[in-house]
């Protein structure tokens, strides 16, 4: 959950449209995470068209379809792939307002002008801040567009995201996370665990993700770019040891999973 709730600016980051008749989005990215003080940088491809996204990583790529209310994770190398209901349904109550504003600020990225906004949240545990630029002039902007918005409609309804995301492509995203280790309460923790644990995260810092668009294109995709491929094996959830499958497994029915940072 922490890799979905991370990845949420990732994903309403995504864009799309719903007519059918319309090219998909195609994004390339560069990805950089500093964690520790260690910066390491990563490709990825972002594909968009109609309420589908595909997300494709190093190591695994996944689908979202928000009019079926799944979300699929593939893992090539094992030929497998993973189901949840989207939006999961442990999101609820934990809602993340990213309050992202326009700074007045302009840019240019890829020869195309993006506005530059700024937001962030804090809680009793962590504080986030965001930066991003996002372009409304760039091929699939519109289609983009109404991909975000439509998403965010789905996480609206789900208490998982409040605010509304800036309109067009953001063509540079940067995000930084500061966990306040002396507010974190960990049930069933030995006092001696929380203080270890309070180190080790007060040692690790500030974590920061920066995306950067290296290239857009926009084209018809295949149907199938948003399907399991054939051979590939489904897999149930982890359950917890002696209990049940999480909320967000939805009592072990299929339906997709998430975004790799």
């Known amino acids: ?21 319309r090219a998909g989005v195609v994004l390339d990215e560069q ?43 593939l893992n090539p ?19 993340l307002d990213l309050n992202l504003k326009k700074t007045g600020k302009t840019e240019k990225a890829l020869d195309y002008t993006c506005d530059e906004y700024q937001g962030g949240f804090q809680s009793p545990t962590a504080s986030v801040r965001t930066v991003g630029c996002f372009s409304t002039s760039a091929p699939g902007a519109a289609e983009f567009t109404e991909f975000t918005r439509a998403m965010g409609v789905k996480l609206n309804d789900a208490k998982a995201i409040g605010g509304n995301m800036p309109s067009g492509i953001p063509l540079m995203m940067e995000s930084t ?23 080790m995260i007060a040692k690790q810092g ?19 770019t948003f399907t399991v491929p054939a051979g590939y094996q489904p897999r149930d959830l982890p359950t917890r040891a002696g ?19």
């Not at 940088?41 to 968009?48: E, I, K, S």
């Not at 500030?206 to 199938?224: A, F, G, H, M």
């Open 77 to 95: 190398s094992q030929k497998s792939y993973l189901q949840m209901p989207f939006p999961p349904s442990k999101m609820s109550g934990q809602q």
């Open 206 to 224: 500030p974590q920061s993700t920066k995306t950067v668009v290296t290239r857009i294109e926009t084209r018809k995709l295949p149907d199938d």
């Open 243 to 261: 209990g049940p499958p999480p909320a967000s497994a939805g009592g072990g029915n299929p339906s997709g999973s998430k975004v790799p940072e």
């Open 31 to 73: 990805v950089t995470a500093t964690r520790s003080g260690k910066p390491e940088t990563q490709t990825r491809q972002v594909m968009v068209q109609g309420h589908k996204e595909k997300m494709v990583g190093s190591t695994s790529s996944f689908v979202i379809d928000l009019d079926s209310g799944t979300m699929t994770l």
């Open 1 to 21: 959950m922490k890799k979905i709730m991370a990845f949420f600016a990732c994903l309403l980051i995504t864009a799309g449209w719903s007519s059918l008749t």
């Open 177 to 199: 996370r500061e966990v306040k280790p002396e507010n974190l309460s960990m049930p069933g923790f030995s006092s001696e665990q929380m203080s270890r644990l309070k180190q």
